[in-house]
């Protein structure tokens, strides 16, 4: 089952922060992150495990709640390369090995 | 981070032909290759899981003898379109990841399609 993510989409000016949202029905093994600009492939930012374990950008934060089944990604002081589709994928169960992809927030940064 | 490419990044076909399109790991070997589909603005639809030496996992409502998916060796993965129509043309994208559950999965570039 598809996580939900929310926004769906979201506006910002250069300089203000947001938080993207991905929640599961599912328990969870881990939570990845990424970006997509319009017409390429999307870009791996970050991975949060089960656990607490955390691999990926060093400017990009993000969080895992485990009980909640919920991540959420922090988009602090954006920048102009900020905009694009932002996509959650979802490994469930103790061994899930497949990703699961929410429906994606669109962020547009403003100058 | 770790490379995988994928090509051809753009096909055009005739309605009935066939379309192969390949993805390789360039600097580490993948143990598993997945194959989305993607809609213009909509998100990555898992179509099949693809493990080296064994038969591809496909999700439901993906057609097996349609999407043809082939995991020869430990960097490349190809996925053939049998029999493309127009409503097969869709932008296809691999990804990889070396190891198991909790490693990091890259994409590829993506291959658009188009049947004609």
């Known amino acids: 089952q598809q996580p939900v993510q929310s926004p769906q989409a979201v506006i910002l000016r250069e300089g203000e922060d947001a938080v993207i949202n991905c929640s599961s029905s599912?328990?969870?093994?881990?939570v990845h992150w990424y970006r997509q600009k319009h017409g390429e492939a999307p870009v791996f930012l970050m991975i949060l495990l089960k656990g607490g374990e955390q691999k990926g950008h060093e400017k990009i934060s993000a969080s895992f709640n485990e009980k909640k089944q919920q991540s959420s990604l922090y988009l602090t002081a954006s920048q102009l390369s900020y905009s694009g589709t932002y996509f959650c994928?979802?490994?469930?169960?103790?061994?899930?090995?497949?990703?699961?992809f929410g429906g994606g927030t669109r962020v547009l940064v403003k100058p | 981070g770790a490379v995988v490419s994928q090509h051809p990044s753009r096909v055009i076909c005739k309605s009935g032909t066939s379309v192969k399109i390949e993805c390789r790991s360039l600097d580490f070997q993948a143990t598993t290759m997945f194959w989305y589909r993607q809609f213009p603005k909509k998100s990555l639809m898992l179509m099949a899981t693809?493990?080296?030496?064994?038969?591809?996992?496909?999700e439901q409502g993906v057609e097996k003898d349609k999407f043809l998916i082939n995991h020869a060796s430990l960097t490349l993965s190809t996925l053939t379109v049998t029999s493309a129509h127009p409503e097969d043309s869709s932008f296809y994208i691999c990804?990889?990841?070396?190891?198991?559950?909790?490693?990091?999965?890259?994409f590829g570039e993506g291959s658009w399609l188009t049947v004609v």
């Open positions: 990804s990889a990841r070396a190891g198991f559950s909790g490693n990091t999965i890259y």
């Open positions: 599912k328990a969870l093994y881990s």
């Open positions: 994928g979802t490994e469930s169960g103790a061994a899930g090995n497949k990703l699961t």
């Open positions: 693809s493990n080296e030496g064994s038969k591809a996992t496909y």
